[in-house]
């Protein structure tokens, strides 16, 4: 017997190198504290989602142009894209400008392809970018572009057709060099493009700055390669996917047609989702199959929730981790981990570094911080838990505050597992409360309490006898006094009363 072998031919890749542009100014964003490709939604800039768009792609090459405050993009760029390579144009003269200068910084392969698109191209998807690159590559075209039919065009350059009508592309013609006619034409282009690289390099050095602007324009390359007779081709793409960030309601807009889509995909994955337009989600959020989120959640950073937990109404999670089974009602949570199922609030806030072990139950108004709250203990009401440990099977009375800062160093509380404590206690950090021990409703703990015991902290009680009825004569609480049996004591109580010993004090508490 014969063993066959097929011999499969093999191709060598094309070269891919990619050029971004990302060196404007952003005027319109009006922004002092930002450049315009750091502004950003759902947890990126939008440089970020542009760069995060481009890495499936695996490029030979990606070159990114900076210019107006380059050295926070750049350090952006280092953190989000460490590989890619920051090209600074001094003067903003044009995007042709833009690319000739990247173009410097890579060496020519004859064969390659080169992807051109914006920084400030948020909603672009990957996809569509593979499309572009294969389309670009089966029909030999010198230069394939993105384009789009925009509702309304203003400001966006505008394609010609061969003919009007054609497949390809005779040019682009920017909005302000544009004629009547011209700009009555709604397919635009998304400066995305696929060029040949020698191509492309031939043609940039061709431009010219006579326009309206004065600057090197990049789609006047594909009227300088058409008339040199070659091929320019056009792939459509959706006006929202295409559309660029210019300005805060372009931005808002934006990041609504991303929310809308991270929705669809967490609802198509299991989630459900009782009002799509109130839930907005951040890319890093990671949501199991059969969690509930009820109107007006927030959940942001790189947050998770477990299976058949239910988040909201009115909640807003970052960084948070979620298990399974839990319920949050009107929570706002940072930088905590929630175990499986937990209960927490209404009205509950657990700050950085609050950790809830599976079945804690925290209730309405209470703020946690640094803190651990262990398996099963309960947290029910109006209590501040800062810096605490709280063991297993615990219950924190009502108005609880542990007081962690004498002022200029923060203390820990430890209470032990099976612990009752008290209605409007205060433990004055550090203090240790042992397993099993209780402490008295209104106690103020400043020393350990040992295992098993019970830790009395506060003033013993006296009764005035007809305080009311001497010091508030003729009120309506001395008539309901009298009416329930109340008198005056004789002089020797009434001596005792220590209202009476500093004459004028009535009114000075």
Known sequence: MTESHTVQATTTPTPLHVIVLAAGEGTRMKSHALPKVLHGFAGRTLLGHVVAALEPLAADATLVVVGHRRGEVSDHLAEIAPASIPVVQEE???????????????????????????????????????????????????????????????????????????????????????????????????????????????????????????????PDVVRILVTAGQPAIAVLAPASETAGVNDRVQLAAAHRVYNDRLVEMHMRNGVSIVDPATAWFDVGVKLAA??????????????????????????????????????????????????????????????????????????????????????????????????????????????????????????????????????????????????????????????????????????RQRNIAGWVLRRRAGTKAADAALAAGAREDDTAAAQSDPTTSSPGSEGRG
């Open 290 to 459: 059969d969690v509930t989120i009820e109107p007006n959640v927030q959940l942001k950073g790189v947050t998770s929730v477990g299976r058949g937990s239910v988040i909201g109404p009115d909640v807003t999670l970052t960084d948070t981790s979620v298990g399974q089974g839990t319920t949050l009602d009107r929570v706002v949570a940072r930088s905590s981990v929630i175990g499986n199922d937990v209960t927490a609030g209404p009205f509950a806030y657990l700050r950085p570094d609050t950790v809830l072990r599976d079945g804690v139950h925290i209730g309405t108004y209470v703020e946690l911080k640094n803190s651990e709250v262990g398996v099963g203990s309960k947290v029910p009401h109006l209590t501040y838990v800062g810096d605490a440990t709280i063991g297993e099977q615990s219950n924190i009375g009502a108005a609880t505050v542990f007081v962690n800062y004498d002022g200029v160093h923060k203390h820990r509380s430890v209470i032990g597992n099976h612990a009752r404590t008290g209605a409007d206690n205060m433990f004055v950090a550090p203090v240790t409360v042992g397993d099993g021990a209780y402490t008295a409703a209104g106690s103020v703990i400043t020393e350990d309490v040992p295992a098993g015991a019970m830790a009395v902290g506060r003033a």
């Open 92 to 218: 903003q003269l044009g995007t042709g400008h833009a690319v000739a200068l990247a173009l410097d910084y890579l060496p020519a392969t004859g064969n390659g392809t080169v992807l051109v698109l914006p920084g400030d191209a948020p909603l672009i998807r990957t996809e569509t970018l593979t499309a572009l690159l294969q389309r670009h590559q089966a029909s030999g075209a010198a230069v394939t572009l993105l384009t789009s039919n925009a509702p309304d065009p203003t400001g966006y350059g505008r394609v010609l057709r061969v003919g009007g009508t054609a497949d390809a592309v005779a040019r682009v013609v920017e909005h302000a060099d544009a004629t009547d006619a011209e700009r009555a034409i709604t397919e635009v282009s998304a400066l995305v493009y696929a060029f040949d690289e020698t191509l492309l390099r031939d043609a940039v050095a061709k431009l010219s700055n006579d326009n309206a602007q004065g600057e090197h324009y990049l």
